[in-house]
């Protein structure tokens, strides 16, 4: 089992910043790949970004390419969301998952989730 719990959420004016952190408990983190995922009011879970359980290789969606940093060091068994030049449409609860190894852009092949943070960015 592994167990995650995000932070750093909150309410930001369009064009702020904030950071989210996933921290992991249980197996060994550093053999897990990350993902961000984020649910707006009324939408589906969408794919945020991803990195691999080294910190390689890291992918992230169209919309938030360029904003958004994922970071991760597994000596504090942690992962991390940057999120630059927010925007509304960025409001959503973000969750992090974990995955053996792989990464992907699909929420179905994730096995382990956080409970998620708000985001909510004002206009």
């Known amino acids: 089992q592994v167990q995650l719990v995000e932070s750093g959420g909150g309410l930001v004016q369009a064009g702020g910043s904030l950071r989210l952190s996933c921290a992991a408990s249980?197996?060994?983190?550093?053999?897990?790949?990350m993902g961000w995922f984020r649910q707006a009011p009324g939408k589906e879970r969408e794919f945020v970004g991803a990195?691999?359980?080294?910190?390689?290789?890291?992918y992230y969606a169209d919309s938030v390419k360029g904003r958004f940093t994922i970071s991760r060091d597994n000596a504090k068994n942690t992962v991390y969301l940057q999120m630059n030049s927010l925007k509304p449409e960025d409001t959503a609860v973000y969750y992090c998952?974990?995955?053996?190894?792989?990464?992907?852009?699909?929420?179905?092949?994730?096995?382990?989730w956080g409970k998620g943070t708000l985001v909510t960015v004002s206009s």
């Open positions: 249980g197996r060994t983190f550093n053999n897990y790949a």
């Open positions: 998952a974990a995955r053996l190894v792989y990464y992907t852009d699909y929420d179905g092949d994730y096995d382990y």
């Open positions: 990195i691999s359980w080294s910190g390689a290789k890291i």
